[in-house]
């Protein structure tokens, strides 16, 4: 089982900047997908951002152009970098993964198909 922590969330006020990072345990295989769902109460966990083991990124049309996802390989840590922030960024964001696996899930930000999941940090955009 990976262990995956998160930390980096706070309040901001709209047009402010945050970065998020998850610590991850281990990355079991070289073959996996990386990234940040977020969820607010009474909503679907939806996705923000992911990264896949060539490289790729994909995000949510939202927050192309102000959010950057990365990875330290060294360091096993993965960042979300957001800036512009916008009060509909608000929420409960999660890191997640999925080891051993390389398809659509990844792209298309299925949340049933990532096993492993960090307990969320809370980022507050206010007005």
């Known amino acids: 089982q990976v262990q995956l922590v998160e930390s980096g969330g706070g309040s901001v006020q709209a047009g402010g900047s945050l970065r998020l990072a998850c610590a991850a345990s281990?990355?079991?295989?070289?073959?996996?997908?990386v990234g940040w769902f977020r969820q607010v109460p009474g909503e679907e966990r939806e996705g923000v951002a992911t990264?896949?083991?060539?490289?790729?990124?994909y995000y949510r049309d939202s927050v192309k152009g102000r959010f950057t996802i990365s990875r330290d390989r060294e360091k096993n840590i993965l960042y979300l970098e957001m800036n512009t922030l916008k009060p509909e960024d608000t929420g409960m964001y999660y890191c997640?993964?999925?080891?051993?696996?390389?398809?659509?899930?990844?792209?298309?930000?299925?949340?049933?198909?990532?096993?492993?999941w960090g307990q969320g940090t809370q980022v507050t955009v206010s007005s």
């Open positions: 997640a993964g999925r080891f051993g696996y390389l398809d659509r899930y990844c792209r298309e930000f299925v949340s049933s198909e990532f096993r492993s």
């Open positions: 281990r990355y079991p295989y070289s073959v996996y997908c």
């Open positions: 990264l896949d083991d060539e490289g790729n990124t």
